[in-house]
């Protein structure tokens, strides 16, 4: 605006001065000669005939006054007459001719200036004007042409584009693609978006990796401006539908089991983490369901997640994230394949007359499993506490695979209907967030979807947007609405995984002060929540929390009482159809020292082996055939065995493991012999080995606690 105001103001002064000097120079040194040459003879021509009839009527006059003033004769008078006529015609002649070249110069002057000025200023001023503008016009088109260029090759470039982009979706060679003549990679001036760039990439990246990973990563690099303004969302959105098209391509189980090791380019982080992570759960828990060796229990797991799809669905059909659509065909497709494995599944257990096997391995147990047993005792204890004035946190803990999760699970048939569990697994979603919006958005989730699941309660929403601007004051607030949603009941916010969280904190991905303290000050001034954390950390461990978990009371979980691991055995759903002799169950009994995995993984390869047997003993099993499953369940089980192992034990106390392990069943050794056949082993190794409740301390010496464990150390 200001460019064009000066550009006026300079244009108008330009030609008026340009105006004036040129018509005023034009009119003297042309326009005068060009009068006087014109105008003189026209003033003759015009004034010699005036001048002669006006010199002859006034000489006559003049004679014949004359002649009568001074009585002249006729004769005298006529000559007074034609002396006066001829006088008045050469005065009238010369006066004429002399006016005619005087006013004719003077006219002639005065016209050529006076309309020449004005001609001059009526053409010179505008197209001075013009000039001027024309000059600034020409100054700023050079001056602006970055800016100006690009915009008017753009529809060149979208054709040109488009054009590469169409060749390359017809070819199907090995040769290099043609994404390398894309006007990003060499015009690096264009501002306005590049109209199916991300497309092209795409395609690009599920033919030939290499080549997508080399686009993308000069794109970031390069000076390309439309790719500096879209920065990582551009890329994010490249990441997420190479995801998307990963994820829409497992089209069968086996495809959809291995869905979570396969991955294009490395994950970023973006608007639709939380969803791959979902899918990439969902492959793992169809992928722990075939592992399952029964295909009851297959059967089983594929069906917990057909439900999660379902409930995958519903949220994705509500919500409105703008990658809500384009996920929820995936989660439809992945549905309806999982839900025909489970009818393929139920079809083979028919035609082959096989042992339903009800065992879960690897999974924890939810409220559709039927297999879930016991745990009435820790369920009573927690009730007890919950009830306690004084409000204490609980600490649910027991060693890997004794069951918590199950439990956490299951809380709601153990609990009166007045308490209400909320089950959060802080190994999900929560702990992989990015940042504290993120992390009390999962954490609200969770706890809607279990308060639902627990008792039909439905909480009010929390959208990630709230929680954007200021995380915790959001949520805090959104745990006011809950309390009022409660009503009379008290909520149990149970956190399975603790030491997940404890991880991120250490990892400095979120800030102790703010995450605990948040923990502390709920459960301090919200007497509707009670908060339960479970993990599997030994006692000391969790001390430097005591800060923010004041008076925290643990729960153990522990082996199964016997009762409740005889129920396991012989009768974990209804119509089981197998029989144990009872030397059978005890041997079981024996093996896995009723610990709810070992048994079930025992119990699970049993199946599994008289499902091979003939018909005539299929349907009984004897002590010879628990001894004959042992070596599958530490094969089946390694993962397990092998995470004692390699995380729960030192150098020290695998040694220690070791040696007991080679004195056979059942064996006790003393602390002296210990100490002294190894000798560089100290008490504090005894110590960690009996928090992990690996061992026992017997008659002043030491055993194994569960034997299956021992076989596995013995190997």
């Keep these: 605006m200001l460019g064009m105001v000066l550009g006026m103001t300079f244009g108008v002064a330009f030609g008026m001065v340009l105006g004036m000097t040129f018509g005023v120079a034009f009119g003297v040194l042309w326009n005068v000669a060009f009068g006087v040459l014109w105008n003189v003879p026209f003033g003759v021509l015009w004034n010699v005939p005036f001048g002669f009839v006006w010199g002859a009527a006034s000489g006559a006059a003049s004679g014949l006054v004359w002649s009568v003033v001074s009585s002249a004769t006729l004769g005298s008078m006529m000559l007074c007459i034609t ?8 005065s009238g002649l010369v006066f004429s001719v002399a006016w005619g070249v005087t006013s004719g110069v003077a006219l002639g002057l005065e016209w050529s200036l006076v309309l020449e000025l004005a001609w001059r200023q009526a053409w010179d001023l505008p197209s001075g004007i013009v000039s001027g503008v024309a000059l600034l016009i020409g100054s700023g088109v050079g001056a602006t042409i970055n800016l100006w260029l690009p915009v008017v090759l753009y529809p060149f470039f979208l054709v040109w584009n488009s054009l590469i982009y ?16 894309h006007s990003a990679f060499w015009d690096e001036l264009q501002r306005l978006p590049l109209i199916s760039l991300d497309k092209h990439v795409v395609l690009v990246a599920e033919r030939n990796p290499v080549e997508g990973i080399a686009a993308i990563k000069y794109l970031v690099g390069s000076r390309h401006i439309w790719a500096k303004k879209a920065g990582q969302q551009g890329l994010q959105a490249l990441q997420i539908e190479l995801d998307a098209r990963r994820l829409e391509r497992c089209t069968n189980l086996d495809a959809i089991r291995n869905a979570h090791y396969k991955q294009v380019i490395t994950e970023l982080e973006s608007p639709a983490s939380p969803l791959l992570h979902i899918f990439n759960r969902i492959s793992e828990d169809v992928k722990a369901a075939l592992n399952q060796e029964s295909t009851y229990n297959q059967r089983l797991a594929l069906s917990s997640v057909v439900d999660r799809l379902d409930g995958l669905s519903r949220e994705l059909i509500r919500s409105k994230d703008k990658y809500a659509v384009r996920f929820y065909k995936i989660a439809l497709c992945w549905r309806q394949e999982i839900a025909n494995g489970v009818q393929q599944l139920a079809k083979v257990v028919e035609l082959r007359q096989e042992i339903d096997s009800p065992y879960i391995i690897g999974v924890p147990l939810t409220q559709q499993q039927k297999i879930f047993t016991g745990r009435n005792d820790i369920g009573t204890r927690i009730e007890e506490l919950l009830l306690d004035r004084r409000r204490p946190p609980l600490l649910l803990y027991g060693q890997r695979r004794m069951g918590k999760t199950s439990l956490l699970y299951n809380l709601g048939r153990l609990l009166p209907n007045s308490i209400i569990p909320m089950f959060v697994d802080l190994q999900g979603t929560p702990s992989s967030a990015n940042d504290y919006a993120g992390f009390l958005y999962n954490i609200a989730r969770d706890m809607a979807k279990s308060a639902r699941q627990q008792s039909a309660l439905t909480l009010p929403s929390l959208t990630r947007e709230a929680l954007a601007t200021d995380p915790f004051t959001c949520f805090d607030e959104w745990l006011d609405k809950v309390e009022q949603a409660l009503e009379q009941n008290t909520a149990l916010l149970a956190l399975d995984e603790f030491e997940v969280l404890d991880s991120a904190i250490a990892k400095g991905r979120f800030d102790e002060q703010d995450v605990l303290g948040m923990l502390r000050n709920l459960i301090q001034h919200r007497p509707k929540f009670k908060v339960l954390i479970a993990g599997s950390h030994t006692i000391e461990e969790y001390q430097r929390w005591a800060s923010y978990l004041i008076n925290v009371q643990v729960v153990h979980i522990s082996y199964l009482k016997e009762d409740e691991a005889r129920q396991l055995i ?28 070992l048994v079930q993984l025992l119990c699970g390869e049993i199946v599994a082996l008289k499902n091979e047997q003939h018909f005539s003993v299929r349907r009984l099993a004897t002590t010879a055939n628990v001894e004959a499953a042992v070596p599958e369940a530490l094969s089946s089980g390694s993962l397990f065995f092998a995470d004692i192992q390699n995380n729960q034990v030192d150098a020290a106390g695998l040694a220690i493991l070791r040696f007991l392990a080679a004195q056979g069943e059942g064996a006790i050794v003393s602390r002296s012999t210990m100490l002294q056949q190894l000798p560089d082993v100290s008490e504090s190794a005894f110590e960690l080995l009996l928090q992990r409740e690996l061992i026992e301390e017997v008659d002043e010496g030491y055993r194994f606690q569960v034997e299956l464990i021992r076989r596995w150390f013995a190997q």
Excluded: N
């Excluded at 002396?83 to 050469?90: I, T």
């Excluded at 974990?572 to 896995?592: G, H, I, M, N, S």
């Design 83 to 90: 002396v006066g006529v001829v006088a008045g015609v050469m």
């Design 166 to 181: 169409i060749l390359d979706k017809r070819h199907t060679g090995t040769k290099p693609s043609l994404l390398r003549l």
């Design 570 to 597: 012989e009768r974990p759903v209804k119509d089981f159809t197998l029989r144990y002799e009872p030397d059978a169950v005890e041997r079981v009994l024996q093996l896995t020292r009723r610990h709810p995995f």
